[in-house]
T-cell receptor, first 115, second 114 residues
Framework: GAGVSQSPSNKVTEKGKDVELRCDPI?????LYWYRQSLGQGLEFLIY????????KSGLPSDRFSAERTGGSVSTLTIQRTQQEDSAVYLC?????????????FGPGTRLLVL | AQSVTQLGSHVSVSEGALVLLRCNYS??????LFWYVQYPNQGLQLLLK??????LVKGINGFEAEFKKSETSFHLTKPSAHMSDAAEYFC????????????FGKGTRLHILP
């Protein structure tokens, strides 16, 4: 596609429910990233994919968070048993090869609100 | 390890005035440096980046930034602010010879006063 797309754009859920967030990267981009943006906290790195594998999962905040990428394209970020502190904007980005200094292209984000 | 500090979570300037957003970084290896802008309800968009070569980098919308190794700084400037510049600005660093995990600062929200 022309840019990175994410769905849903907004998600309201109840505490304890599971949610799935989807990211469609730019066609042909092999590197994909997930970030979490909380109010006043900047961007927090969650996970990085190169193709379908995730060489860096260091940012996932707990075992309730998981992510997968299939076919070297679409990625889903799953949050199980959501908590109120999970409320944030979840941003996805992709880059061509994941090389040094490459520009990351961001999607518009998914705004998650856990009640 | 890398880190980024943006001085001032909010900056206000008058329309037509100089914009200066401060960024200092820490990196044990030569850094790549970025400025991204986020308009309301949108994702981040690259303004400019420094990789190697010329230390004064020009970006979109009239912004520029200068890499100063001695000061470990990468401040963002624009000579004359426009109302459309109101947004949140993020400085970021990644390291050469490593995966390109980018470390972002906490952001500076720029307000433009009429």
């Amino acid at each position: 596609g022309a840019g990175v797309s994410q769905s849903p754009s907004n998600k309201v859920t109840e505490k304890g429910k599971d949610v799935e967030l989807r990211c469609d990267p730019i066609s042909g981009h092999t590197a994909l990233y997930w970030y979490r943006q909380s109010l006043g906290q900047g961007l927090e790195f969650l996970i990085y994919f190169q193709g379908n594998s995730a060489p860096d999962k260091s940012g996932l905040p707990s075992d309730r968070f998981s992510a997968e990428r299939t076919g070297g394209s679409v990625s889903t970020l799953t949050i199980q048993r959501t908590q109120q502190e999970d409320s944030a904007v979840y941003l996805c980005a992709s880059s061509s090869r994941g090389g040094e200094g490459e520009t990351q292209y961001f999607g518009p984000g998914t705004r998650l609100l856990v009640l | 390890a890398q880190s980024v500090t943006q001085l001032g979570s909010h900056v206000s300037v008058s329309e037509g005035a100089l914009v200066l957003l401060r960024c200092n970084y820490s990196s044990s290896v030569p850094p790549y440096l970025f400025w991204y802008v986020q308009y309301p309800n949108q994702g981040l968009q690259l303004l400019l980046k420094y990789t190697t070569g010329a230390t004064l980098v020009k970006g979109i919308n009239g912004f520029e930034a200068e890499f100063k190794k001695s000061e470990t700084s990468f401040h963002l400037t624009k000579p004359s602010a426009h109302m459309s510049d109101a947004a949140e600005y993020f400085c970021a660093v990644s390291a050469m010879n490593r995966d390109d995990k980018i470390i972002f600062g906490k952001g500076t929200r720029l307000h433009i006063l009429p």
